[in-house]
C-alpha cells in the first residue's frame, strides 16, 4: 500500500517538477536549433532528384531531440550522458537523481515521526522472526512427547529453524538491493506465515522440522536487510542511536521467546502447538501494518520509479535512473553476492576475527535454550514455566546496554563534528545537514563492544562457578543479566564497525557473519543437551568462558590498530579522516 502511493507522489512531484523545470530550457532549445539550422547551407538539403540528402537526415537526427534534451538539461537533479549507439547517431540519457539534498521524496528527508515510525516496524518483524526461532524450546518436553522422540531429536525444531535463517540470509539481502526492501518484507513474512501454521499443523517430526527450515528460510529478511533500512533512513551520526534502539528491541525475541510459552506446555490449557499459533497471529498484525505503513526507502529504487513517471509524463524513453542502467540478471547477481560472502573473510582478518566472536556469542546464547534446564530446574528445583521466566533477567541486561546509547552518542557526535569542519568548513550547529555525509574513522563504532567484552566472560565464570544448590539462585541469575548486557555490545559495535569499514561490501561481509553464526547456532543448539549432560553444567560454563575470554581483546586491538588492519585489507576502506 505504502509503495503504491510512494509510486503515486513520485507522479505528482514529477508532474510539478516538469510544470516548473524548462524555464530556461526551451530558449537554449530554440537557440541550439537555430545554430544547427544556420551552419547546413540550404543547397545541401536535397539531393538533385528531389529525396532527402545524406545532410538533411544528418540535421534532423541532430535536432529531433533538442528540445526534449533542453528539458532535461533545465530540470534539477537530472545528470546528463553521452550514449553512442553504432545503429545511430549519438544520443543523450538522462540520468535521475533527487532534485536536491533537501527532496522530500529522499528516504532521509522523510519527518522524523515517519522514518521513526518505518524502524520500528522493521525491529517489530525482527523481534517476531527472531521469538520464532527459540520460541519452541519452552515446550521442548512437550514436543518430544508428542512426536515419541528423544529430546536431542526435538532440539532439531530450533536448530533446523537457525539453518534456514542461514541459507536465506545468502539471497536475501541482494533481493532487497533489486526488489526493494518492501517487497522482501511482504513476501518472505507472508511464505514465513504459511510455514509456520504448517508447522502448527505438522502430524510427524519430519513435517514439522521441514516447515520449520522453511519458516527459517523466510524469516530472515527483518534480520539480514533491516541495517539497509536503517542506513535508508538515517545519517551515519543518526545510526548510532536508531541502531542499538533497533538491535536492543529486536534481541528481545529469541531472549523472551521462552518467556512467552513459559506455562504453554506446563499448564496444559493451551497445547503446545499455540507457540505457533501466537508467531502467527503476531505476524499477521504486523503484517497488516507494514502493509498501511510501511514506507519503501531504497533510494535507487524510488529513482528508478521516478524514472518510469518520466518517460510516462513527457514520452521520452531516455531518462533512466542508475539502478536500471545496471544490465546484470537476477541469478548473477545473487550468485555474485553469494560469492562474495564467501571470499571476502579469506582476506579479512577484520571479518574474520568478528564473524567468530559473534558466532562464539551465539553458540553460548542458543545452547542456553538446552542449558536452562540443567542450569535452573535440575540444580535449583524451578518448575518448566519458571526457568523459562528466568529469561527476563537476561534481557534486563541487554536493556541495561541502553545507558550507553547517549554517552557513545556524543563522543561519535565530537568526532563527525570535527571532521564536518575540516572537510566541508562548515559549522555543524548551524547547518545540521553538515553531518549527512560525513564519515570518520570506522573505530569510533567499537565503543560498545570495548565496553561489552569483559562482561561475557565474567558471567560465564560467574554463573558457572556458582550453580550450586547450595548458593542462592539470585547469582546465576545476576549473572546471565551481565551475558545479556555484554552479548548486544558486540553485537552493536559488530554491525556499526562492520559497515563503516567496509561501505560498499559490508552486504557481502555482513552476510558471511550472518550465515556462519546462524549456521553454528543450529548445529550447537542439537550438540548442547550431550554437552551440558555429558560434561556437567560447570565444566561446560567453564569451557565457553575460556573461548570468549580469547576473544575480549579483539574490540581493543580494533580500536588501536584498526586503521592499520584495513590497510592490509583488500576491501576495507582506508580513507582517514583526522579529528
Not at 536500471?324 to 537476477?330: A, F, Q, R, T, W
Not at 546464547?365 to 518448566?384: A, C, P, R, W
Not at 523459562?388 to 557513545?408: F, H, Q, T
Request: net charge neutral; glycine share 8%; with cysteine.
Amino acid at each position: 500500500m505504502q509503495s503504491y502511493l510512494q509510486f503515486r507522489r513520485l507522479g505528482h512531484a514529477v508532474h510539478r517538477q516538469l510544470d516548473n523545470g524548462p524555464e530556461h530550457g526551451t530558449a537554449s532549445s530554440v537557440n541550439s536549433s537555430a545554430a544547427r539550422e544556420a551552419v547546413i547551407p540550404e543547397s545541401g538539403r536535397f539531393s538533385q532528384d528531389g529525396t532527402e540528402s545524406v545532410v538533411d537526415t544528418l540535421s534532423r537526427n541532430l535536432t529531433q531531440y533538442s528540445e526534449k534534451t533542453a528539458l532535461g538539461n533545465s530540470l534539477a537533479g537530472i545528470e546528463i550522458q553521452k550514449q553512442i549507439d553504432t545503429s545511430g547517431p549519438d544520443s543523450h540519457l538522462f540520468i535521475v537523481g533527487w532534485e536536491d539534498e533537501n527532496d522530500p521524496l529522499n528516504p532521509r528527508n522523510f519527518s522524523y515521526a515517519r522514518r521513526m515510525v518505518a524502524t520500528l516496524l522493521v525491529t517489530a518483524l525482527a523481534f517476531v522472526v527472531g521469538s520464532a526461532s527459540a520460541i519452541e524450546s519452552g515446550v521442548l518436553l512437550q514436543i518430544t512427547e508428542a512426536y515419541h522422540v528423544s529430546e536431542v531429536v526435538g532440539t532439531l525444531v530450533t536448530g533446523v529453524y537457525l539453518l534456514g535463517f542461514a541459507v536465506g540470509s545468502l539471497v536475501s539481502g541482494p533481493l532487497s538491493e533489486i526488489l526493494g526492501r518492501n517487497v522482501v518484507y511482504a513476501g518472505s513474512l507472508t511464505l514465513f506465515m504459511i510455514f509456520i501454521m504448517g508447522s502448527a499443523l505438522a502430524p510427524n517430526i519430519g513435517a514439522q522440522l521441514a516447515f520449520r527450515f522453511l519458516a527459517g528460510i523466510f524469516g530472515c529478511p527483518p534480520l539480514t536487510c533491516a541495517g539497509g533500512t536503517i542506513a535508508d533512513l538515517w545519517n551515519p551520526l543518526e545510526k548510532t542511536i536508531t541502531f542499538p534502539m533497533y538491535a536492543i528491541l529486536s534481541f528481545g525475541g529469541p531472549i523472551l521467546a521462552p518467556v512467552i510459552a513459559s506455562f504453554i506446555g506446563q499448564t496444559g490449557v493451551l497445547g503446545w502447538q499455540w507457540t505457533a499459533w501466537i508467531i502467527l497471529i503476531a505476524s499477521g498484525a504486523i503484517f497488516v501494518l507494514v502493509l498501511l505503513f510501511q514506507p519503501e526507502t531504497y533510494s535507487p529504487l524510488l529513482l528508478k520509479w521516478k524514472g518510469k513517471q518520466l518517460r510516462q509524463q513527457t514520452g521520452d524513453s531516455r531518462f533512466r535512473s542508475a539502478m536500471e542502467m545496471e544490465k546484470v540478471s537476477l541469478s548473477s547477481r545473487i550468485g555474485g553476492a553469494m560469492k562474495r560472502q564467501f571470499l571476502i573473510p579469506f582476506h579479512e582478518p577484520i571479518i574474520l576475527l568478528i564473524s567468530l566472536y559473534m558466532t562464539v556469542l551465539y553458540i553460548v546464547l542458543f545452547t542456553f535454550f538446552d542449558g536452562y534446564t540443567y542450569i535452573f530446574t535440575d540444580v535449583h528445583g524451578l518448575s518448566q514455566g519458571l526457568t523459562n521466566i528466568v529469561w527476563v533477567a537476561m534481557y534486563v541486561g541487554i536493556l541495561l546496554a541502553g545507558l550507553l546509547v547517549l554517552p557513545v552518542y556524543r563522543w561519535t557526535k565530537k568526532d563527525f563534528t570535527a571532521a564536518a569542519q575540516e572537510i566541508n568548513g562548515t559549522d555543524p550547529a548551524s547547518d545540521p545537514r553538515a553531518l549527512d555525509n560525513v564519515h570518520t574513522k570506522p573505530e569510533i563504532r567499537l565503543w560498545f563492544a570495548m565496553f561489552g567484552a569483559p562482561m561475557i566472560p565474567i558471567s560465564l565464570f560467574w554463573m558457572g562457578w556458582t550453580d550450586y544448590a547450595s548458593v542462592s539462585i539470585w547469582s546465576p541469575i545476576v549473572a546471565s543479566g551481565f551475558f545479556g548486557f555484554g552479548s548486544i555490545c558486540i553485537f552493536i559495535s559488530s554491525y556499526m564497525y562492520v559497515i563503516d569499514a567496509y561501505d560498499i561490501y559490508a552486504a557481502s561481509a555482513l552476510g558471511f557473519m550472518t550465515v556462519s553464526r546462524y549456521l553454528a547456532a543450529g548445529v550447537m543448539t542439537v550438540v548442547g543437551i550431550p554437552f551440558y549432560k555429558n560434561m556437567g553444567v560447570h565444566w561446560t560454563l567453564t569451557i565457553l568462558g575460556c573461548i570468549s575470554a580469547i576473544m575480549v581483546p579483539v574490540p581493543y586491538v580494533f580500536y588501536r590498530y584498526g586503521p592499520i588492519i584495513r590497510r592490509w585489507s583488500r576491501y576495507a576502506t582506508t580513507e582517514e579522516v583526522k579529528t
